[in-house]
């Protein structure tokens, strides 16, 4: 089979990927099948070939945008769309390293959008959250 030639039937239904394999586990083979339970994520590539778009996810840079500082896990978001912030104001706590880090406001301003959920990994300079004054 040439993985190379798989497309996506339609976006966040099972991939259609193989089900059944040989392993080799010290020598000694054994037959495995494995059940595809989730969705999937279609590359800009795969995208063409079916016509269906990749999410877009959040944005790279917006006006006001508020980075992560490191990557780590989103363990709270502390304010909401429409909240008014001051700088310094604690607006998200980070789990990186097995510490937790405040995520502070770098500017003043009301929260426009919100990209993350608790739960989420972000890596160095994801957006989080959109500020404007």
Known sequence: MNFGDMTAAKVGGPAPI?????VI?????YEVEVEPT?????SEAGAGATGAAAPAGPP??????LKSPMQGTILKVMVSVGD?????????ILEAMKMEQEVKADH????KDVFVEEGDTVGPDDLIMQILE
């Open 108 to 111: 003043a301003g009301e929260v």
């Open 25 to 29: 586990v010290n020598g000694e083979p």
């Open 84 to 92: 008014t912030i001051e700088e310094g104001d604690v607006v998200a």
């Open 38 to 42: 989730g969705g999937y994520i279609i």
């Open 60 to 65: 790279k840079d917006v006006e006001g945008g």
């Open 18 to 22: 193989p089900t059944q394999f040989n």
